[in-house]
């Protein structure tokens, strides 16, 4: 028989009256859980006092080992970023299966992914892991590994704005400077602006904005939201 490093099996054996192992036991089955391949030999005798013997080799085949490394540990709520978590396999009888879990809290449950990667975008902060199988059977759990959401930034505010005014003459070159968010931690603030208030590019506080060829009465709208 086979098994797993730190598993058991059972040897059994039969014909006999009374038996005795190698192991020194006298039944006619017996648990083994060897770390090496072992020979487990058996003495059988019957009523008539005659006997034989038999040899069983139990092959011990190495578990396999995971390691986990990830892009980030931390994501924006919200946002658009993503944690890839990868498993790297070693050891035991490749190739290797995999099975991410989640914590919910109470027990760990299945995510679906079954590749080397999880790309993790939680909502909440949470514990993921691995459970790696080799062509044996014989399977592996990773340590867990948490990714942490950290909260947007609540309430930026405009700091300067300059022409300081609602209304500019064409060609009137704009800027503005923002109070950035609070509580966003690792998370910082996400600038842009329109002029047509449908497509958006991305802004550099304190960059000049040019209106030289904007027709007149289009309006620049200019936001800071949460990254």
């Given amino acids: 028989p ?3 490093n730190g598993f058991s099996t059972q040897i059994v054996s039969g014909g006999g009256t009374s038996y005795v192992w190698s192991t020194g036991a006298t039944t006619s089955t017996i648990s083994v859980s060897p770390t090496s391949n072992t020979n487990y030999t058996v003495t059988g005798t019957d009523a008539n006092g005659c006997q034989s013997q038999a040899t069983s080799t139990v092959t011990v085949n190495p578990n396999p080992q995971v390691s986990l490394n990830s892009s980030s ?6 946002g658009s970023g993503t944690n890839n978590i990868i498993a790297t396999a070693s050891s035991g009888t490749s ?27 939680p909502t909440v902060t949470r514990e993921y892991r691995v459970i790696v ?3 044996k059977g014989c399977q592996v759990t990773s340590s867990s590994h948490t990714v ?15 022409p300081n005014q609602t ?6 070159n704009l800027s ?52």
């Fill in 2 to 4: 086979e098994i797993c």
């Fill in 73 to 78: 540990s931390t994501i924006c709520a919200g």
């Fill in 95 to 121: 190739t290797y299966t995999y099975q991410w879990q989640y914590w919910n809290g109470t027990s760990w449950l299945n995510t679906g992914t079954n590749t080397n990667t999880l790309n993790a975008t």
């Fill in 133 to 135: 199988s080799d062509v």
């Fill in 148 to 162: 942490t959401v950290v909260p947007d930034p609540i309430n930026p505010t405009l700091n300067t704005k300059t």
């Fill in 167 to 172: 209304d500019v003459c064409a060609g009137t």
């Fill in 176 to 227: 503005a400077t923002f109070n950035p968010g609070t509580d966003g931690v690792s998370c910082g603030d996400v600038y842009q602006f329109s002029t047509n208030g449908t497509t958006w590019s991305t802004y550099t506080p304190g960059n000049t904005i040019s209106t030289s060829s904007l027709t007149q009465g289009t309006t620049v709208h200019l936001i800071v939201t949460g990254k």
